[in-house]
């Protein structure tokens, strides 16, 4: 979560408007659907290209990925656990995977 750190103290103003397209974009993958994995992996260049480019649009893709469910309902951790174990698991770029491990092990998923 470096990155977004980094933005915040920097006052990138923009930083919230890529939640915001990641919100969007979290909204048109189903955790249910047995392609998950496949649908994370097919989503990464847009949330590369609509959250802040290669590094900052990973991190956001995996933070708001697992924490939405972590926010809305903290006692959702199937869901969490769901999410971050699928991402882990899915084709995407090896700093999408650790990012997820991270986080996983940050929050005991």
């Known amino acids: 979560m470096c990155n977004n750190i980094d933005e915040l103290i920097n006052g990138n103003d923009k930083t919230a408007e890529y939640y915001q397209n990641a ?35 990973q991190e956001i893709m995996v933070c708001y990925g697992i924490m939405q469910y972590m926010q809305s309902n903290p006692q959702d951790i199937v869901s969490a656990k769901t999410v971050s174990d699928a991402l882990i698991n899915s084709n995407c770029s090896n700093e999408v995977k650790q990012k997820a491990r991270d986080i996983a092990n940050q929050y005991s998923l």
């Open 23 to 57: 919100k969007s974009l979290w909204s048109e993958i189903d955790i249910s659907d047995i392609n998950f994995k496949k649908s994370i992996h097919r989503k990464q260049p847009n949330f590369e290209r609509l959250c802040g480019g290669r590094s900052l649009g």
